[in-house]
Every structure is written in C-alpha cells, then in structure tokens.
C-alpha cells in the first residue's frame, strides 16, 4: 500500500514497513463493540443524529481527513529529506490509521446494516 511505502521512509524504531498494516484491522475488531455498546448509546443520549446514512457520511468526511493526514505527514518526511533532518517516526502513521479505521466503522458496518 502507499503507506506502506511512506513507512520505508520513516524511521521504523526496529519495525518492518508491512508491520503497521496490521494495526487497521485490529483497531476495527476493538472498536466495533466500543462504539456499539457505549459511542452509539451515547451519541443517542446526546440527540445526535445518527441515523445510517449519516454515519456514513461521516465515515466518508473522516476518511477524506485521514488521507489529508496522510498528506501532512508525507510532506514532513520530505521536508525532513530535503533538509537533511531526522527521519519522522513511523509512529507519525497511527493517526491516519486510526481515523481511517472510524471512517471505516462509520461506512463499512454501516453499509453492511443495510444489506
């Protein structure tokens, strides 16, 4: 994946670049129950409107967000290159992961609902 290429350029603190791939999916396992069982309900309590259609239209603006993320740590790794600095921790790639992986919540389980 792209990121996977952003990686090798980072510095990987004894990681392999394919190694953070994994990190999505099992954001996605933990965080289904958490939002099932307490985000939803509270979202609900709140007067949210969190109907189908709108969680995957906010799945779809998080997902645009988590690759201009994406985007922003792309050009600190090269400003870092061009200017001979330290290389950006990979670690710099959860966030993007991490928002992705709501997106995904928000769109994927989402959809699935109305299937």
């Known amino acids: ?3 996977t290429l952003q990686a090798k350029r980072m510095e990987l603190h004894g990681l392999q670049p394919e190694q953070l791939n994994v990190v999505n999916p099992i954001e996605i396992m933990l965080f289904i129950p958490l939002f099932e069982k307490a985000i939803y309900p ?3 309590a709140m007067k949210w409107d969190i109907s189908p259609l709108r969680r995957m239209q906010w799945g779809m603006v998080l997902s645009a ?5 994406s985007g922003l740590v792309e050009s600190w790794i090269e400003h870092n290159h061009d200017h001979d600095l330290q290389k950006v921790s990979v670690f710099w790639q959860l966030p993007q992961i991490t928002i992705l992986a709501v997106g995904e919540i928000f769109v994927s389980v989402t959809g699935l609902e109305f299937a």
Not at 65 to 69: A, D, G, K, L
């Open 65 to 69: 967000i988590s690759f201009m993320t």
């Open 42 to 44: 509270t979202m609900t």
């Open 1 to 3: 994946s792209v990121w």
